[in-house]
C-alpha cells in the first residue's frame, strides 16, 4: 500500500507560479513511477509529467518547457514546479504512484494508487 497527500495548489493570476508536494508513505517498491495528473471540469483527467526511479522525467506537450517535476527521496516527496501558468492549466492535480511497463513507460493503467487532489486556479 501507498499513501500520498498533495499540497501547494492554490488560485494565482495568468503568468505566475506554482510548487506542488506529494508525500508519499508506504511500499517504496510501487513507487517506481510517480506522476502527475489533473483534470479539468467536465474532462478526462490527463497526465501532465511522470517520473521514474531512475530519474528519466517525461511531460505533456502543453506543459513542456513550463513544468518541472522532481523527487526528493530522502524526503519521500514529488514535486511539480509549475511555471508561465496560464488559465488551460487549471483543475484538480492529483500525485500518483505505482510501477513502469516492461519498457519502462508509466501510463495510467500502471498506477494503483492516487492522492486526493490539490486544486489549482489560474485566472486571466
Known amino acids: 500500500q501507498v499513501q500520498l497527500q498533495e499540497s501547494g495548489g492554490g488560485s494565482v493570476q495568468a503568468g505566475g507560479s506554482l510548487t506542488l508536494s506529494c508525500q508519499a508513505s508506504?511500499?517504496?517498491?510501487?513507487?517506481?513511477?510517480m506522476g502527475w495528473f489533473r483534470q479539468a471540469p467536465g474532462k478526462e483527467r490527463e497526465g501532465v509529467a511522470s517520473i521514474i526511479a531512475s530519474g528519466r522525467a517525461t511531460y505533456t506537450d502543453s506543459v513542456k518547457g513550463r513544468f518541472s517535476i522532481s523527487k526528493d527521496n530522502a524526503k519521500n516527496t514529488l514535486y511539480l514546479q509549475m511555471n508561465s501558468l496560464n488559465p488551460e492549466d487549471t483543475g484538480m492535480y492529483y500525485c500518483?504512484?505505482?510501477?513502469?511497463?516492461?519498457?519502462?513507460?508509466?501510463?495510467?493503467?500502471?498506477?494503483?494508487?492516487w492522492g486526493q487532489g490539490t486544486q489549482v486556479t489560474v485566472s486571466s
Open positions: 508506504g511500499d517504496v517498491y510501487m513507487r517506481n513511477c
Open positions: 500518483a504512484a505505482g510501477n513502469p511497463t516492461a519498457r519502462g513507460y508509466c501510463p495510467i493503467p500502471v498506477y494503483p494508487y
